[in-house]
Structure formats: C-alpha cells, structure tokens
C-alpha cells in the first residue's frame, strides 16, 4: 500500500481547544481504515449482496437503507436503497469483494484513497452534529451500528454510529479540511480535544 499524507495535516492541531468550563465535550480524530468499499445492488438483488457481505465480514445487516452493524475490524451499513458502505482495517476487502460480488448482482467501487475518515465522540458529540446536520441523532432514533448519508453546505457525508457516543463520519479527501474546520468550529463551544 502506498502511504499517503493526510489531507489534514495542515490543520491538524492535537490537544486541547473550545470552552472548557464542563469540561471535554466531544474528542476528535482521523482514523484510517484501510478499505473503505462502496456496493451497490442491481434492483431486486439487494438480498444477494447483503448475504456477500455478511458472509465476508461475519456482519448481520437488517434490511433496508440506515441499517448496519459493526465488529472490531469491519463496519457495514446501507446508506441508500441498495447501496452499502463497508469498511475494513485491513487492506484487502475490495479484491475480496469483487471475487464474491456477481456482476449480475451488483458493483464494488473502491473508496479508500477518495474518502477521509473523522470520529466524533463524546456526550456532546449528538449537539455537536446536530448543528451541521437536520438528522435526529439521538439513540432510539439513530441507533447503533446504523448509517446514513447526508450533506453539510455541499459537503457529503456518510456517517455510522459506532458507539453510545461515537460517529465515523467520511468524506471526500477533497473537502476534509474545509469539513474538518467546520466540525472543529462546531465543536468549540463544549470544548474538544484533537487526538
């Protein structure tokens, strides 16, 4: 694999920033999964795709769109009707995928080295998001393990819920500093910490 240079290095400043008078609010930071792999289902052959994945990631998706799941190395969730994101802390998973993935079934389109993955997580990092996106966040509404794909002023977004209090956000690496600074300027007011 070729290493490549974050696209937030520039504004990357680890430590801490914001109002901390109740303490941290939300943590921030770069996560670097190595496969970040979009499918899509031809129409009626959603079941057929989502058996693949669950029978290469050990993962049980529900049906429909938002729905997903998560295990230590991988996360998959459906993002759009037929469509799924599914990421890997190894490398790998495209090659893997597109051997299992007929293609009367559907596609398998590499993300890895287009997509930038942020994580927000704290107690506050529900009001943190929910100033960026008009998306019911709370737990019973966005519960674990599910997905969605949203925008910020033209930014797109395809965000999980990996924890209690967390969320993988990813975006295009064209856009990560501009989103990065907005998620920061977001957060300023509860206080984050950048690690």
Not at 82 to 97: M, N, P, Q
Request: with cysteine.
């Amino acid at each position: 694999m070729v290493e490549q240079q974050s696209p937030l290095e520039p504004v990357f400043r680890p430590g801490s920033h914001g109002n901390f008078a109740d303490g941290v609010g939300v943590t921030l930071s770069e996560i670097a999964p190595c496969s970040i792999i979009q499918l899509a289902a031809w129409p009626g052959e959603e079941k057929k795709l989502m058996v693949v994945i669950g029978s290469v990631t050990g993962l049980k998706l529900a049906d429909g769109a938002g729905a997903g799941a998560s295990s230590d190395r991988y996360s998959a969730f459906g993002f759009a009707p037929g469509k799924f994101l599914v990421i890997d802390a190894s490398e790998g998973l495209a090659t893997t995928l597109a051997a299992k993935v007929a293609p009367a079934v559907g596609t398998v389109t590499d993300l890895s080295h287009g997509r930038i993955a942020i994580r927000i997580e704290g107690a506050k990092a529900e009001w943190v998001l929910g100033k960026l996106f008009a998306i019911d966040l709370a737990l019973a509404a966005f519960p674990l393990g599910s997905g969605i794909s949203t925008t910020h002023h033209d930014i797109f977004t395809l965000m999980q819920r990996s924890g209690p209090q967390r969320f993988d956000l990813y975006v295009f690496r064209s856009f990560a500093r501009s989103f990065w600074k907005m998620l920061c300027h977001a957060a300023d007011e509860v206080g984050y910490e950048v690690r």
